[in-house]
């Protein structure tokens, strides 16, 4: 999944998958699929301890182990994030990326087609274990005149419902981001609201980087800030030309030149991106394959997915004067709220409180 947000699945989809009953054949092979997928997750699955233990493991891998251990047990006593055997085991399954992820709009609109399950809700995207269901799924919503995208996602959680492990596909991330990672999606198994993605996200995207901060300074690190700068000049730049989309989709013009202005609108984000490249990062070209690849509505819409409230729960922490348990008790009273009245609460907060 491109960077701004970390590549994980969040909607839960295989949770669909408890106490449902289906119709039609389309639907009952989808489900299927998600069982038999995450089945061979499980069964790939080993103690961590177990392999620490082998004299036969890899060395970087141990250590990779080791580190994600320490992280674990920071995560419960220190975040009160939930204690059990969830990234206490590992599996090898043999692929770069665990899912993909599969989003869809509007021609001309920013608006995601949404999916809804039991306990997870409506959520913006499917996942799918091969590649190539979610690429004839792709293909299937083209010709219906959509606008699709298809992300790879290393890791993602069942909130709880199973024990999630470490994947080889998490190993990919440098030190910082699978601690960050293993703090994220513990937070979902804190609190997760159905229906709700962006108020989810943004409020595992805090407990990441609030626990992240917290386990630095344990261990006396400073974080190096220069590439979470480029992400969030990145994400900004982004969310700008995503916003002229929106004003250019909310106007009456024909169909023709609706099409001819979206696309210049992916020329100026392209030309934009190249000048902050050159100007403030010294020709870094970390986007360059995202930003150069095809561009349409649904490649936009995981941006800001995760980060839209995460200034609003930061104050709320700080209203809480940084107690763990009091915040996530203030979470979940949010969560409680009616959705509009929940999006003032947290409009009014990032504002300050």
């Given at each position: 999944?491109?960077?701004?947000?970390?590549?994980?699945?969040?909607?839960?989809?295989?949770?669909?998958?408890?106490?449902?009953?289906?119709?039609?054949?389309?639907?009952?092979?989808?489900?299927?699929?998600?069982?038999?997928?995450?089945?061979?997750?499980?069964?790939?699955?080993?103690?961590?301890?177990?392999?620490?233990?082998?004299?036969?493991?890899?060395?970087?891998?141990?250590?990779?182990?080791?580190?994600?251990?320490?992280?674990?047990?920071?995560?419960?006593?220190?975040?009160?994030?939930?204690?059990?055997?969830?990234?206490?085991?590992?599996?090898?399954?043999?692929?770069?990326?665990?899912?993909?992820?599969?989003?869809?709009?509007?021609?001309?609109?920013l608006d995601p087609e949404l999916h809804c399950f039991p306990i997870?809700?409506?959520?913006?995207?499917?996942?799918?274990?091969?590649?190539?269901?979610?690429?004839?799924?792709?293909?299937?919503?083209?010709?219906?005149?959509?606008?699709?995208?298809?992300?790879?996602?290393?890791?993602?959680?069942?909130?709880?419902?199973?024990?999630?492990?470490?994947?080889?596909?998490?190993?990919?991330?440098?030190?910082?981001?699978?601690?960050?990672?293993?703090?994220?999606?513990?937070?979902?198994?804190?609190?997760?609201?159905?229906?709700?993605?962006?108020?989810?996200?943004?409020?595992?995207?805090?407990?990441?980087r609030e626990g992240l901060r917290q386990w630095q300074a344990s261990?006396?690190?400073?974080?190096?800030?220069?590439?979470?700068?480029?992400?969030?000049?990145?994400?900004?730049?982004?969310?700008?030309?995503?916003?002229?989309?929106?004003?250019?989709?909310?106007?009456?013009?024909?169909?023709?030149?609706?099409?001819?202005?979206?696309?210049?609108?992916?020329?100026?984000?392209?030309?934009?991106?190249?000048?902050?490249?050159?100007?403030?990062?010294?020709?870094?070209?970390?986007?360059?394959?995202?930003?150069?690849?095809?561009?349409?509505?649904?490649?936009?819409?995981?941006?800001?997915?995760?980060?839209?409230?995460?200034?609003?729960?930061?104050?709320?922490?700080?209203?809480?004067?940084?107690?763990?348990?009091?915040?996530?008790?203030?979470?979940?009273?949010?969560?409680?709220l009616a959705p509009a009245d929940r999006h003032a609460a947290l409009?009014?907060?990032?504002?300050?409180?």
């Amino acid at each position: 999944m491109p960077i701004p947000a970390p590549s994980r699945l969040t909607p839960r989809l295989l949770l669909a998958l408890l106490g449902l009953v289906v119709s039609g054949c389309t639907t009952l092979d989808y489900y299927a699929h998600l069982g038999q997928g995450h089945w061979q997750l499980l069964k790939a699955r080993q103690p961590v301890e177990r392999l620490l233990a082998e004299p036969g493991t890899d060395p970087e891998l141990a250590r990779r182990l080791a580190l994600a251990g320490r992280a674990r047990d920071f995560a419960s006593a220190s975040l009160q994030l939930p204690d059990n055997r969830s990234y206490r085991l590992y599996a090898d399954i043999g692929r770069p990326f665990v899912v993909w992820t599969l989003f869809a709009t509007e021609e001309f609109s920013l608006d995601p087609e949404l999916h809804c399950f039991p306990i997870a809700g409506c959520v913006a995207y499917r996942g799918y274990y091969q590649l190539g269901r979610a690429r004839g799924a792709a293909a299937l919503l083209r010709e219906q005149g959509l606008d699709t995208h298809i992300g790879g996602v290393e890791a993602y959680s069942t909130l709880g419902w199973f024990d999630d492990p470490l994947l080889n596909t998490m190993l990919r991330w440098d030190d910082e981001r699978l601690v960050a990672v293993i703090f994220h999606e513990l937070a979902h198994q804190r609190y997760y609201l159905a229906g709700d993605t962006a108020f989810n996200e943004s409020f595992a995207t805090f407990v990441e980087r609030e626990g992240l901060r917290q386990w630095q300074a344990s261990r006396g690190e400073t974080r190096a800030d220069g590439i979470d700068r480029q992400r969030r000049q990145f994400i900004e730049l982004v969310l700008a030309s995503r916003e002229r989309l929106r004003q250019l989709y909310a106007g009456d013009l024909p169909n023709a030149a609706m099409r001819a202005a979206k696309q210049a609108e992916f020329d100026r984000l392209r030309r934009d991106y190249r000048d902050l490249r050159q100007r403030e990062w010294g020709g870094d070209g970390r986007y360059d394959a995202w930003i150069e690849a095809p561009l349409n509505n649904a490649k936009l819409l995981p941006f800001g997915l995760y980060d839209r409230w995460v200034p609003s729960f930061a104050t709320l922490f700080a209203q809480n004067e940084g107690d763990w348990a009091r915040f996530y008790q203030a979470v979940r009273t949010l969560g409680r709220l009616a959705p509009a009245d929940r999006h003032a609460a947290l409009d009014k907060l990032q504002a300050g409180g």
